[in-house]
T-cell receptor, first 113, second 114 residues
Framework: NAGVMQNPRHLVRRRGQEARLRCSPM?????VYWYRQLPEEGLKFMVY????????ESGMPKERFSAEFPKEGPSILRIQQVVRGDSAAYFC???????????FGDGTRLSIL | AQSVAQPEDQVNVAEGNPLTVKCTYS??????LFWYVQYPNRGLQFLLK??????LVKGSYGFEAEFNKSQTSFHLKKPSALVSDSALYFC????????????FGKGTTLSVSS
């Protein structure tokens, strides 16, 4: 059973460009979470989605960031007009719901030039 | 507000000695508690969880954790450390509501020397 798959593993963008990060959850998992890890810090929650619905986006910056989890295909975290401060590791996690633990992908490391 | 504190940035132990990585939490209601481990350039791997029941929880790779409600703590322990246990450890908490996000501590780097 494949784990949570994230791609790309590394992404380099110039300031002002767009970044698209993809996450395919584990088979049978319908709950997807995105977290951001800044250097020397723990993971910070960004957004929680179920198929086609955003359930909680309280950790998402109000501007430039958006997320989706379509009926078919992976979940996408999109960052428009990237700035240097967006440089971080972005992790996706999935779970089947309830009290079950979240399982994490290996992350996308975003670097902004 | 919900929060998790890992008071030690780094823990150093010798191989074969017992290890403890500390975690305290603050959450309304009954918490769900988790420990994860992260190796360099990798995602977080689930170690163990406490939902309800016995206060001593056993997990992967010989790790265990003790839930102490009065002290709001959930310390990670292992009787005999291995060099391969060297990694970054995160404690996390969430409310006992379906689908709520995890709140993470800042992490503790465990270094096991041979």
């Amino acid at each position: 059973n494949a784990g949570v798959m994230q791609n790309p593993r590394h992404l380099v963008r110039r300031r002002g460009q767009e970044a698209r990060l993809r996450c395919s959850p584990m088979k049978g998992h319908s709950h997807v979470y995105w977290y951001r890890q800044l250097p020397e810090e723990g993971l910070k929650f960004m957004v929680y989605l179920q198929k086609e619905n955003i359930i909680d986006e309280s950790g998402m910056p109000k501007e430039r960031f958006s997320a989706e989890f379509p009926k078919e295909g992976p979940s996408i975290l999109r960052i428009q007009q990237v700035v240097r401060g967006d440089s971080a590791a972005y992790f996706c996690a999935s779970s089947p719901g309830g009290a079950q633990p979240q399982h994490f992908g290996d992350g996308t490391r975003l670097s902004i030039l | 507000a919900q929060s998790v504190a890992q008071p030690e940035d780094q823990v150093n132990v010798a191989e074969g000695n017992p290890l403890t990585v500390k975690c305290t939490y603050s959450v309304s209601g009954n918490p769900y508690l988790f420990w994860y481990v992260q190796y360099p350039n990798r995602g977080l791997q689930f170690l163990l969880k406490y939902i309800t029941g016995d206060n001593l929880v056993k997990g992967s790779y010989g790790f265990e954790a003790e839930f102490n409600k009065s002290q709001t703590s959930f310390h990670l322990k292992k009787p005999s450390a291995l060099v391969s246990d060297s990694a970054l450890y995160f404690c996390a908490v969430r409310q006992n509501q379906a689908g709520t996000a995890l709140i993470f501590g800042k992490g503790t780097t465990l270094s096991v020397s041979s």
